[in-house]
């Protein structure tokens, strides 16, 4: 059960048909206007909430929290009422608690559709497939942080067309994924994101210039992968230019006895 019920005043808990009920209302403090910040008592009515939270004991659980409309009588606001939100148990428009609806964001990023909602069902928390991926796509994406060594290298689309990977060498975490393989877009990215020390990339000219254009300070280098190939395609050069030299360097067979 969330932890925040503290803070409001719990008149009521009882089980009915497997789903344990709570009964709460917010308790007579100041609350501030979401939009000038002033703080209001004024009441305007009061209306119940059902909130979901998370199983205890087996068993779902529904709040039943009485809340307050407030007035708003700063004259410089346009809001004339607004209702008020229990920090960690409310926000507007969800039906949810703080605490399930991360658990249901968390099952979505780590088993997406079927299998998050396989999880939920163990949890207590009848979701279907389709619910969990919706709150999957809803999750805003993390800012990306400029990494210290970066990783670019090409990818296949189709054909003769590729596109361009950016990666975090050290936490080997994508960053940007494009449609297009690009020096100009890419030293766009390396002036928006500066701070990278280290740049690991392929044989390709177009990153080079792309690199030196953004990054000019940055340390280029090349990944072991195109490292390994590049050193094999040398020394199988180097061989194919010698080959009429190695009959010369094997020695004369030994004559076999009679």
């Given at each position: 059960?969330?932890?925040?019920?503290?803070?409001?005043?719990?008149?009521?808990?009882?089980?009915?048909?497997?789903?344990?009920?709570?009964?709460?209302?917010?308790?007579?403090?100041?609350?501030?206007?979401?939009?000038?910040?002033?703080?209001?008592v004024?009441?305007h009515?009061?209306?119940?909430?059902?909130?979901?939270?998370?199983?205890?004991?087996g068993?779902?659980?529904?709040?039943?929290?009485?809340v307050?409309?407030?007035?708003?009588?700063?004259?410089?606001?346009?809001?004339?009422?607004?209702?008020?939100?229990?920090?960690?148990?409310?926000?507007?428009?969800?039906?949810?608690?703080p605490?399930?609806?991360?658990?249901?964001?968390?099952?979505?990023?780590?088993?997406?559709g079927?299998?998050?909602a396989?999880?939920?069902?163990?949890?207590?928390v009848p979701?279907?497939?389709?619910?969990?991926?919706?709150?999957?796509?809803?999750?805003?994406?993390?800012?990306?942080a400029?990494?210290?060594?970066?990783?670019?290298?090409?990818?296949?689309?189709?054909?003769?067309?590729?596109?361009t990977?950016?990666?975090?060498?050290?936490?080997?975490?994508?960053?940007?994924?494009?449609?297009?393989?690009?020096?100009?877009?890419?030293?766009?990215?390396?002036?928006?994101?500066?701070?990278?020390?280290?740049?690991?990339?392929?044989?390709?000219?177009?990153y080079?210039?792309?690199?030196?254009?953004?990054?000019?300070?940055?340390?280029?280098?090349?990944?072991?992968?195109?490292?390994?190939?590049?050193?094999?395609?040398?020394?199988?050069?180097?061989?194919?230019?010698?080959?009429?030299?190695?009959?010369?360097?094997?020695?004369?067979?030994?004559?076999?006895?009679?």
């Amino acid at each position: 059960m969330s932890p925040h019920l503290g803070a409001v005043r719990v008149e009521r808990v009882w089980v009915d048909g497997g789903v344990v009920r709570v009964a709460a209302c917010t308790r007579e403090s100041t609350v501030v206007c979401p939009d000038c910040g002033r703080g209001s008592v004024r009441l305007h009515s009061r209306y119940c909430r059902t909130l979901a939270d998370v199983a205890v004991g087996g068993r779902p659980v529904l709040i039943e929290l009485s809340v307050r409309r407030l007035f708003c009588d700063s004259p410089d606001c346009g809001r004339r009422t607004f209702a008020e939100q229990v920090e960690g148990l409310t926000r507007s428009y969800r039906r949810r608690s703080p605490l399930l609806q991360h658990l249901v964001e968390m099952a979505g990023v780590l088993l997406a559709g079927r299998g998050g909602a396989r999880l939920l069902q163990i949890l207590k928390v009848p979701l279907s497939r389709t619910s969990a991926l919706f709150h999957l796509m809803r999750l805003s994406l993390p800012q990306a942080a400029t990494p210290r060594v970066l990783g670019v290298d090409d990818f296949a689309l189709y054909a003769d067309v590729y596109g361009t990977l950016l990666v975090d060498a050290e936490t080997r975490l994508p960053i940007e994924l494009w449609e297009v393989r690009d020096a100009e877009q890419l030293a766009a990215w390396l002036r928006t994101y500066s701070g990278v020390e280290v740049v690991c990339r392929d044989g390709s000219l177009v990153y080079r210039q792309g690199i030196t254009d953004g990054a000019p300070e940055a340390v280029q280098v090349s990944d072991r992968l195109h490292l390994w190939q590049g050193l094999s395609k040398r020394v199988g050069d180097i061989a194919a230019a010698h080959r009429g030299c190695l009959p010369a360097a094997v020695p004369e067979p030994e004559a076999a006895p009679s």
